[in-house]
């Protein structure tokens, strides 16, 4: 019952930070992050209604495929991915959240049957352990996508530090919604940007409340509740 009852207490939340700032129920995709979850945990989510995924191995991502057949399951890939990885996975999502260099936009184009709507990954806390761009470096980067068409930069990603404190999380969160709409005034038909992707499992009702569209969500959805 644990997984239930957490997928209900996350819809609450969700709905609750929405209302709080005027936000419709269908502004937020809660993407929910299935990496080293069990095919079975999984099932459970699918069945309470959830179908985005998001998978951070090319291992993950085959198996839970090779098990789910449904046609409304959108997947995404979450994590840093190697340019040599990028032939075994782009194909099989949907969304790519982690865009953070030309080398791996060059090998995403090559390699892409289709226009793969990806998030350009900013590293707005400046963390050495992150990957993404600065803020400083965001425009160019989006300029210079042009020459891949490919890609669809469809909008930016975060992430927040793991010991971060509220205040910081809403001038992070509220920075990238800034960026965001830098880039959609541009409009660029190659890069509509109209989305971001922030907030997770320990800060996802702040990102809701500075503007997420895309919210990551793992740990919350297996945690054992007293």
Not at 108 to 116: G, H, S, V, Y
Not at 133 to 162: C, H, K, N, R, W
Request: proline residues 3%; glycine residues 4%.
């Amino acid at each position: 019952m644990t997984i239930l009852s957490n997928c209900r207490e996350i819809a609450a939340t969700i709905e609750m930070e929405l209302n709080a700032v005027n936000r419709n129920r269908d502004a937020v995709t809660c993407v929910a992050v299935t990496k080293l979850r069990s095919l079975e945990e999984t099932e459970v989510l699918y069945e309470q209604g959830l179908n985005h995924f998001g998978e951070n191995r090319v291992e993950g991502l085959i198996e839970k495929q090779a098990h789910f057949k449904q046609t409304d399951i959108k997947w995404h890939f979450i994590g840093s991915l190697q340019t040599r990885k990028v032939k075994d996975v782009i194909n099989r999502i949907d969304y790519f959240h982690a865009l953070d260099r030309e080398s791996l936009a060059k090998e995403i184009n090559k390699r892409a049957e289709k226009q793969m709507a990806c998030f350009v990954q900013v590293n707005v806390a400046g963390e050495a352990s992150k990957h993404g761009l600065s803020p400083e470096e965001l425009q160019d980067f989006i300029t210079l996508l042009e020459a891949y068409p490919q890609i669809q930069v469809v909008g930016l990603m975060t992430m927040a530090p793991i010991d971060a404190d509220d205040e910081t999380l809403h001038r992070i969160f509220y920075q990238l919604k800034k960026l965001q709409e830098a880039v959609a005034e541009r409009n660029l038909p190659y890069a509509p940007c109209t989305e971001t992707s922030m907030g997770m499992s320990r800060d996802y009702p702040i990102a809701i409340q500075e503007g997420a569209t895309f919210v990551r969500i793992g740990s919350s959805f297996f945690e054992e509740t007293e």
